[in-house]
């Protein structure tokens, strides 16, 4: 008898159909073949597929089963076919009758076994079900462990499944499972999830407020200076300011995350705004994704977040490079000779430097011992097209020795993680509103087009703009990069246009190493 | 151990044998073995010559007799079939039965699969 069920395949973010197409022979040498592109995790099935059905109870049929998956030419990988190909096993040899009410077309199953017929987590589960959402009057099958993730898809049935034996009362209709109902997102925590707040560090207030426009524009910061100033700190601080995701970010956010397989059992939606530090010996499959089956890199990983690269020289100048794409265009294009994916990669460049080797180049009392070629091929590290790329760079000098006294309470000035996170939220809120009918988020994400229909600049502010522009001869992108920083200057002050002074706080921060 | 293995699979040759016959097979040789290996029975149904392993068990505590066929076995008998026929281009195909025995060597299930290459 030959069953069919209904199954997907993951290839990056977009998903396709497969058929999982079951037959159990009557006659023919015992034996389980999968055929239809199946990687090892797949062919493994075979085993656990086997073994699960067994230790629940069920007879494994001793006869010629042959599982193909279709189509064809389509690589599968993954353990998550387990689950379909034993309620084929199951159907096909005449253990499970259907119950009627069950329309099988429509039902969507994917999991992997355990040996003792559990189902275990599954990564994709989020993308299955935004694809069953697009059918009419379709179900899903998951796994209990990983069915959080598909509590927001509204418009389909979803079954949250613990065991193969709870399935098969399901089926047979002897104990139905009630599906999942849908649960709105948990408020998240108001408490600052970050290592530090702002006013640990000491001093360093034009690095605060690089760091508090970069938050609220999404704009990409370099901080340059002496080791111990308070870079790291600065930036370990940046998660305690960084707005919480809205419902439509999280959704993409998740999305990367569920291919990726990051999603801890139970989690349903990400809500905090990612920030990831690779160390500097990633390599460039690690940081932009890759794979023979393309997973999302840290570039990806860093979505809508912030990715955080300190020691910027020490990367290697190859993987530094291939963030070039990635930084235009919002998306990071893999590929590999299966096939090419995109994934979406629109994250905030925060870069840690030393001015030199030696950390001491230019620092008031402390005597640089690097020799001048040393210091060109430390600079010459991070290359051009990079620099350009980066809207803001401070300088994160060293610290005057009052400012660190313990005793001393005049820190008044200083501004505090809280007070940071609310300007940055109001900011955001703006920027929502205005980017409401296009697909982005923040000012930094505006293309030209866009940033000539929403930046209005007075007559002044563009002077200024323009003599700086012929002064330190500033690319064609770079001119555009100052306006959309300005744009969040004024937005944090609540401004409607560019004004003269907001432009000029912008230039100030476009400091040539 | 190895020596009663010896014997139950002697003895689960001949069950076979004797199923084969019933089947209207004539055996041609038993036991064809060189240092390659081996094959259990040679038939031939009609002009067909049929390469025969025999697999017996007794008891499933370890898994059916059908699991313990490997591909390798399977590509060992087709390897011995060459040599048997010493390079002819004869009609042939490669059979697998299956036995069941109890403890004392009575047949519990005899199952015979055709063409199983």
């Not at chain 1, 000539?452 to 330190?472: H, P, Q, R, V, W």
Request: aromatic letters at 6%; a positive charge.
């Amino acid at each position: 008898m030959l069953a069919k069920i209904a199954s997907i395949a993951n290839i990056g973010l977009e998903t396709v159909p497969v058929t999982v197409e079951v037959d159990v022979a009557e006659s023919g040498f015992p034996g389980f073949t999968i055929v239809g592109l199946a990687s090892k995790a797949v062919e493994e099935a075979r085993e656990r597929v086997k073994t699960a059905i067994i230790n629940s109870g069920l007879e494994f049929p001793s006869k010629k089963i042959t599982v193909n998956l279709a189509p064809a030419d389509l690589p599968k990988d993954g353990a998550a076919y387990d689950l379909p190909i034993a309620v084929g096993v199951l159907l096909a040899s005449g253990q499970l009758s259907m119950d009627s009410k069950i329309n099988l077309a429509r039902v969507y199953f994917y999991g992997e076994l355990s040996l003792d017929g559990m189902l275990r987590p599954t990564r994709g589960i989020l993308l299955l079900a935004l694809f069953a959402q697009k059918k009419r009057l379709s179900e899903i099958v998951v796994p209990f462990p990983s069915a959080n993730e598909a509590s927001m898809v509204t418009g389909i049935k979803k079954l949250a499944v613990k065991t193969l034996p709870q399935l098969v009362r399901h089926i047979t209709g002897q104990k139905i499972i009630s599906p999942l109902k849908r649960t709105s997102a948990k408020k998240l925590k108001e408490d600052l999830q970050a290592d530090f707040d702002l006013k640990e560090v000491a001093g360093q207030e034009l690095a605060k407020r690089a760091l508090v426009i970069a938050a609220a524009g999404g704009h990409n910061l370099l901080m340059w200076g002496p080791p111990g100033t308070g870079k790291t700190m600065l930036a370990r601080a940046l998660p305690g300011i960084l707005p919480p995701l809205t419902s439509h970010e999280a959704l993409e956010v998740t999305r990367v995350y569920s291919v990726a397989g990051l999603i801890s059992p139970g989690e349903s939606l990400i809500q905090k705004r990612p920030f990831r530090s690779p160390h500097h010996g990633v390599s460039a499959a690690g940081l932009i994704g890759g794979g023979s089956n393309p997973l999302p890199g840290e570039v990806s990983l860093a979505h809508l977040g912030v990715l955080f690269l300190d020691e910027m020289p020490e990367f290697q100048r190859g993987v530094l490079e291939s963030l070039r794409q990635p930084m235009e265009d919002g998306a990071i294009e893999i590929v590999r000779a299966k096939g090419h994916v995109r994934y979406p990669a629109s994250f905030t460049l925060i870069a840690a430097v030393n001015p030199c080797p030696c950390g001491y180049l230019g620092h008031p009392k402390k005597e640089c011992k690097c020799s001048e070629r040393l210091i060109a091929k430390y600079h010459h590290r991070i290359s051009g097209p990079i620099i350009d790329r980066i809207d803001l760079s401070v300088t994160v000098a060293s610290v005057e020795t009052e400012k660190l006294s313990l005793t001393d309470k005049k820190q008044s000035g200083q501004i505090t993680s809280k007070e940071a996170k609310y300007l940055v939220l109001k900011t955001r809120q703006i920027q929502t509103k205005r980017f409401a009918a296009i697909s982005i988020y923040t000012n930094s994400q505006m293309r030209n087009s866009e940033v000539k229909k929403y930046c209005y600049l007075t007559g002044e502010a563009e002077n200024l703009l323009k003599i700086a522009s012929d002064k330190f001869n500033l690319s064609a992108r770079s001119y555009f990069r100052m306006i959309k920083v300005a744009r969040t200057i004024a937005d944090l002050e609540n401004s409607r246009k560019i004004l003269p002074l907001h432009m000029a706080e912008a230039l100030q921060y476009k400091q040539n190493i | 151990m190895k020596k009663f293995n010896r014997i139950v699979g002697s003895k689960a040759e001949e069950y076979a044998s004797r199923a084969l016959i019933k089947k209207g097979y004539t055996i041609v040789k038993r036991n064809f073995s060189n240092r390659f290996g081996e094959i259990d029975i040679i038939v031939k149904d009609g002009e067909t010559l049929v390469f025969v392993e025999v697999k017996a068990k007794t008891g499933n505590r370890f898994g059916t007799p059908e699991e313990m066929v490997s591909k390798r076995k399977l590509n060992q008998i087709r390897k011995m079939g060459e040599i048997y026929m010493e390079g002819k281009n004869l009609p042939c195909r490669i059979d697998v039965i299956a036995i069941l025995l109890d403890p004392a060597s009575d047949l519990l299930r005899l199952s015979h699969y055709q063409n199983v290459y």
